[in-house]
């Protein structure tokens, strides 16, 4: 069975496939994915990797968490469910638009 990793603290330089060659010296990775900005389509600073098995998971844990890539120091734990932030946003509305006519 497959696990999914959490990666923060990223270089924002960092590429997918960067991602991909980083683990794959501690198991089979199924994927790698930098999460990059909706808007801008640039990395947000982390990412998510997924290994084959969860040995090989807790050895890229135990060997990556806490090194350092181009100066910054990285976080990989084993990735949490989003939590659900309900509907507590409030309504839409218009918004200050002015009629047109």
């Known amino acids: 069975m497959s696990k999914k990793l959490y990666v ?4 924002f ?9 980083l683990f794959s010296t501690h198991g089979t ?18 990412g998510f990797v997924e290994l084959s098995s969860n040995d090989e998971a807790q050895k890229a844990i135990n060997a990556l968490n806490g090194t350092e890539i181009d100066g910054r120091t990285i976080t990989v734990n084993e ?3 989003k939590e659900n932030r ?3 946003r409030g309504g839409g509305g218009r918004g200050g638009q002015r009629n047109r006519w």
């Open 8 to 11: 923060g603290g990223l270089p």
């Open 13 to 21: 330089s960092v590429t997918d496939g960067q991602l991909e060659e």
């Open 29 to 46: 990775v199924e994927s790698a994915k930098v999460i990059t900005d909706q808007y801008t389509n640039k990395s947000r600073g982390f």
């Open 79 to 81: 990735a949490r469910q």
């Open 86 to 88: 309900g509907s507590d």
